[in-house]
């Protein structure tokens, strides 16, 4: 059983989302509900791995105003998530007032708090991008994801999620307790679909990961028991 692998289930049918967790929920612990399996579904996608005894994480990546970020989270902390998900450039406020709003609702009603994870800069982007988008910036994406580390652990937040390329970096600034999630990660010699920034998860683990995220490789693999399986086994070598 891996509690540092979170299988993405980006997925829009509910067979292949069901098929998946039965094959897969005795190696994997955490699972990750994003847009795509909660536009279609809904809460109750949660609900259904919550009852198995399954961890969550909620990735809905939340970029509005402090109150609405902060009431989101306070519902999703009654759906019992064990991680979510908002944008570090939301802002300071955004973050620090949702991070007020877990505390006291997990004092008052006596819910769990779920770990706060900030997005930084998407793995799909790359320098190119980065430039195109932001126009004459100073910062490398890297120095970028650093200064959003910074600003996210400044306002409380558990950790981030962060390509595998910045964990050393992360990690230097940020201490050995701010929690790491990286995504985009491909095993040797695969297709890289969308992500720009991969890396395997061995390295990624290696470089100070504390948990990885898969969706692709294991939901789109022919055996993706045995896809998870052989992640696992690297994961294990590699920590
Ligand atoms: O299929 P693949 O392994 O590329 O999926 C990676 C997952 O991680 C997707 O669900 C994607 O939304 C998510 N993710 C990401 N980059 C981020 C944050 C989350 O790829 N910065």
Known sequence: MSERLIVALDSNDINKIKMLVDRL???????????????CFGPEI???????GLKVMLDLKYH???????????GAMELGVDMLTMHTSGGF???????KAVSIVSDVKKLPKPKLLGITTLTSIDEAYFKDLFGDVKRTIEEQVVFLARLAQSAGLDGVVASPQEIESIRKYCGK???????????????????????????????GADF???????????????????IIKEIENAG
């Open 177 to 207: 307790d701010f929690l790491i999630v990286t995504p985009g990660i491909r095993t040797e010699g695969e297709m890289i679909d969308d992500q720009a920034r991969t890396m395997t998860p061995a390295r990624a683990i290696k470089a």
């Open 64 to 74: 509005d105003i402090p109150n609405t970020v902060a009431r989101a989270c306070e």
């Open 93 to 99: 406020m955004m973050m620090e007032e949702t991070v």
């Open 46 to 52: 949660i609900r259904f791995l919550k009852e198995r």
């Open 212 to 230: 990885i995220v898969v969706g692709r490789p294991i939901i789109a693999a022919k055996d993706p028991l045995n896809a998870a399986k052989n």
């Open 25 to 39: 929920q005795n190696v994997v612990k955490y699972f990750k509900v994003g847009a795509i399996p909660f536009t």
